[in-house]
């Protein structure tokens, strides 16, 4: 009798997951559990869709034609209710039961809700899904004024589409730049001169307190904790993820702000896996738990899971994940854990070019770099092989940096 493979999540690391256990298990039941109404699509592409850039047709990746003709079974708009462990099933909210030999949890997080007044009235928007990416084009194509919170790398995509769809926006910050935790206030001022070109203009050490809705339940306006009322016809919240870990929470499948893997992608629970967001992972390079939400480290881990889960064991995921962003005029790249780290060396290297990299003993664990991504590959090979940089991190700011400008091993 042929093994049976349960995952439930269809985004990039449940997908390629499933891909990877067709090919290497011909024989093998493959099941997808998906709450969404549609397969795989392009997570990275969804905002260049909401910013008019794109049409939908290039953003799917995977039809249901594509799962059927590799024999995987796939169930859209199907809610997981009730894990199993001890019986090996899952169930869903219309009572069908599905067993498994291994399972992969692959079910990512939920955007966070502003705990304000009206967090939840017409036009004000979280961005995950690309029904999200829908209802947002389509509200701020009638919009006028926006307002935006959030100051992180999903954040600053609302910010681009209301600079695309011609909407003047209020992007208001709790600190007193955009990505404070990975950025100094020169780098972020980069990215806060590039929104002001697109009519986004930042506004620090604000927030939202509350928002203000018409007769209808509709958005007017965000009031800020000092007071201040931002008109606004459209409003766009991004201030982190839920992780999905309640789907496990009256099992023994161990969490803490996700679900708990090894680099095998393995839980607690022998025959239980996850992949993707929700996985705090032990990262190799790192030495330490990490969480990244990253397309290609999620894809990646999908990959990796399902070769463990066909208990090949010696696959180990090692990954240097990179996050790019292409709203502006150049290019911005951030890689690896920018905000962790014990030091850090950054320098404006060129007319808007600026880079800045971490540390942690010595090593490099992530940064970021505007105008200028030549460095990356080698950033990323020198955290690949955990080269201790301390006594040479200045070097690393070189304009056109590469391995070879450091000194060898033998003379560090």
Not at 113 to 124: F, I, K
Not at 283 to 293: K, M, P, T
Request: with cysteine; net charge negative.
């Amino acid at each position: 009798m042929s093994d049976s493979y349960v995952i439930i999540g269809d985004g990039v690391a449940g997908s390629s997951a499933a891909e990877t256990l067709r090919e290497e298990a011909p024989d093998a039941e493959v099941t997808v559990l998906t709450d969404e109404g549609e397969a795989l699509y392009n997570r990275i592409l969804i905002k260049e869709f909401a910013k008019g850039k794109l049409p939908e047709a290039p953003i799917s990746i995977h039809d249901e034609e594509w799962y059927a003709e590799r024999d995987i079974d796939l169930r859209l708009n199907t809610v997981v209710v009730d894990i199993d462990v001890e019986n090996d099933r899952v169930c869903t909210h219309e009572d069908e039961v599905f067993d498994y030999d291994k399972l992969l949890l692959a079910i990512g997080g939920t955007p966070q809700q502003l705990p304000v007044e009206n967090s939840d009235a017409e036009g004000v928007h979280h961005f995950w899904t690309f029904q999200d990416a829908r209802a947002i084009k389509e509200s701020v194509e009638d919009a006028e004024h926006g307002v935006i919170v959030g100051a992180g790398l999903l954040g600053i995509d609302f910010a681009a589409i209301c600079g695309a769809q011609d909407v003047e926006a209020k992007y208001l910050m709790r600190g007193d730049s955009w990505w404070r935790y990975a950025l100094s206030n020169e780098g972020a001022e980069l990215m806060h001169d590039a929104m002001r070109e697109r009519g986004v203009e930042p506004v620090f050490d604000s927030g939202v307190d509350r928002f203000e809705t018409d007769d209808d339940g509709v958005v007017t306006s965000a009031v800020d904790p000092n007071g201040e009322s931002y008109d606004c016809d459209f409003a766009g919240v991004a201030i982190g993820l839920d992780f999905n870990t309640e789907l496990v929470e009256d099992t023994p499948v161990e969490t803490d702000n996700g679900i708990i893997v090894d680099e095998y992608m393995r839980t607690n629970v022998d025959n239980v896996f996850a992949a993707g967001d929700i996985t705090e992972f032990h990262d190799v390079i790192l030495g330490e738990r990490a969480q990244n939400g990253a397309w290609g480290s999620a894809k990646e881990q999908g990959t990796i899971a399902a070769k463990n889960m066909l208990e090949y064991e010696s696959d180990v995921f090692e990954w240097v994940s990179s996050y790019s962003i292409t709203h502006f005029d150049f290019p911005f790249l951030s890689f690896g854990h920018p905000t962790l780290g014990d030091d850090e060396v950054e320098a404006t290297t060129g007319d808007g070019e600026w880079r800045r990299v971490a540390l942690k003993d010595g090593r490099i664990v992530g940064g970021v770099l505007i105008g200028d991504l030549s460095p990356q590959s080698a950033f990323k090979q020198l955290m690949r092989e955990r080269r201790d940089v301390a006594d040479q991190k200045d070097v690393l700011m070189e304009p056109g940096f590469s391995v070879d400008d450091l000194a060898p091993k033998s003379e560090q």
